[in-house]
């Protein structure tokens, strides 16, 4: 019996592996029915894989699948990362190293899903034969993985540099002659599944994951009292009633990884860094200021996500600018702030590594307090600045003090989290004000009405009761209170951005206007 083409799809993830044994393609596990499958399948999970029964493979599973490899290799290369902490390393630590330090961008990417899904794949095809966990429920998770690892690589063969990857983490830097080969005639073989077999075939999976949906911070918003009803879309929390930017979720944050500028931004930043630091030695304010403005812009634009929703909108994202560079212009002027921004380089070049019995790498944790106290002080010195040169009250969502203080250290405490051991972690979170009360709580679909965005004409989800609302995709504060406009060209019912009354309807152009009686 062949299977579909979406089953056979989702075995190819393992073909290497499959080539190595010397087995079948269209076969699950890579063995057709005969009287040697079975024991070969369980004979292979037990040496290979330390699996012998249904549970064994259970917590194999979950770990491929949601950790595995990838998870040991970012870990390794936060470490590494770190100054000092080379001598510490053991040689089988240390060859890791090298593969996860040259291989850094593909490893904060990707990781070594390939790797993993290739793994966890052919372990899933054994175990069904070996009877650790029945055929159906074996092929819908080859098939979830599968439609992950089409999201995170775009062709076979980058699928194949990934898995390659994994397996030099795996083998400490050493090459393998036979898997070399092996990817070779799969790239090339025009019967190979991976020339017969799209990388694009559409498996039929979509994958929602439960947890972002239903998993938030608590939040009352200080501006009208109403609580946070559903999860919010970056870790910037705008209300769903008011639109007020009402918190910010650190988890959240973390979720996703720290969002680098890339290319162009960095590109800018080193073209603008003399002039900056000229300004500062000259004296020149405006030049300076300047200069840090456009920086920010640049900076928002490329990381949309490590900035306010409403930051996608120019208008807020000239005012945002602006306020970050006002900070970073009472700071680069002021002689106790710098004397501040030296102690805390000095702090931070005392850093070192120590070894856990996980054989992780942790921060010691007397050098790391001592550099968070250099931050703590330089953090109370600039918001002091802050406050009496009306930094604070740029801001242009008009937060509280407190708020810009979490919001401004949240960075700081995101890159720094993973070298830390648990208590100092703990206790770093909780003196920064990181630490939220989460609230459990279902999409809440029954209290939303739809609505369209008159400024982008994206799909608006409308708390009951809501008054204005940020729409995730243009960063515009909508009023969802008063009437709709409907458009006389195309029909569309249209919520316009606050204060707006003449706008073009963003599906035909039309003029539209609102007209004052009707919004009563
Ligand atoms: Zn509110
Ligand atoms: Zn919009
Ligand atoms: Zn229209």
Redesign the pocket.
């Known amino acids: 019996m062949a299977y579909p083409e979406h089953q056979r799809w989702a075995l190819a993830l393992s073909a290497v592996i499959t080539e190595l044994n010397g087995g079948h393609h269209d076969a699950l596990g890579g063995w057709g029915e005969n009287e040697h499958t079975r024991a070969w399948c369980k004979n292979h999970l037990a040496k290979f894989y330390g699996i012998a029964s249904q549970a064994d493979l259970a917590s194999m599973a979950k770990w491929l699948y949601q950790e595995g490899h990838t998870k040991d290799a970012r870990a390794l290369l936060s470490s590494a990362a770190q100054a000092g902490a080379s001598e510490e390393r053991d040689a089988e630590t240390d060859a890791r190293a090298r593969v996860v330090l040259d291989n850094r961008e593909e490893i904060e990417k990707r990781g070594v899903l390939a790797w993993d899904t290739a793994r966890l794949v052919a372990v899933l095809g054994w175990s069904a034969w070996a009877g650790y966990i029945g055929e159906i429920p074996a092929w819908e998770v080859m098939l979830m993985a599968g439609a992950r690892a089409q999201q995170t690589y775009d062709s076979w063969e980058s699928f194949a540099r990934g898995y390659e990857l994994g397996r030099l983490f795996w083998a400490e830097g050493a090459p393998h002659e036979p898997t070399a080969r092996a990817i070779e005639k799969l790239t090339t073989d025009p019967a190979s599944p991976w020339k017969t077999l799209a990388w694009n075939f559409d498996l039929g999976v979509k994958i929602l994951d439960p947890n972002a949906k239903t998993r938030f911070k608590k939040t009352t918003?200080?501006?009208?009292?109403?609580a946070k009803s559903r999860p919010s879309a970056t870790a910037y929390v705008?209300?769903?009633?008011?639109?007020?930017l009402?918190d910010y979720d650190f988890q959240r944050a973390c979720a996703t990884p720290i969002a680098r500028p890339g290319p162009v931004y960095e590109a800018l930043a080193a073209a603008l860094a003399p002039k900056i630091e000229a300004a500062r030695a000259s004296g020149d304010r405006e030049a300076f200021r300047a200069a840090q403005i456009e920086l920010f812009d640049a900076f928002a634009r490329a990381c949309p996500d490590a900035t306010p929703l409403r930051a996608r909108d120019e208008a807020y994202r000239a005012k945002y600018a602006a306020y970050l560079a006002e900070g970073a212009l009472v700071t680069a002027f002021d002689d106790r702030a710098r004397e501040l921004d030296a102690a805390m380089r000095d702090a931070m070049s005392k850093l070192r590594g120590e070894k856990l019995d996980t054989g992780e790498i942790r921060l010691n944790p007397n050098a790391w307090r001592a550099l968070f106290e250099a931050v703590l002080a330089r953090e109370a010195h600039a918001a002091a600045l802050f406050e009496s040169a009306g930094v604070y009250a740029m801001q242009p969502d008009g937060a509280s003090a407190a708020l810009q203080k979490r919001m401004s250290m949240s960075m700081f405490a995101q890159g720094w989290l993973p070298m830390l051991d648990e208590t100092t972690a703990k206790d770093m979170l909780t003196r920064l004000g990181l630490v939220g009360d989460f609230v459990e709580g279902t999409s809440g679909k029954e209290e939303i009405a739809k609505g369209s965005c008159g400024a982008c004409g994206a799909e608006l989800a409308v708390a009951r009761g809501a008054r204005?609302m940020i729409c995730e995709q243009c960063g515009r504060k909508i009023d969802v209170e008063g009437a709709r406009v409907t458009c006389s060209g195309c029909g569309a019912s249209l919520s316009p951005a606050e204060g707006v009354d003449a706008f073009a309807c963003p599906y035909c152009k039309i003029e539209l206007r609102r007209v004052a009686a009707i919004r009563a």
Not at 238 to 244: E, I, M, R, S, V
């Open positions: 918003c200080a501006a009208c009292g109403a705008y209300c769903d009633f008011c639109g007020a009402a204005r």
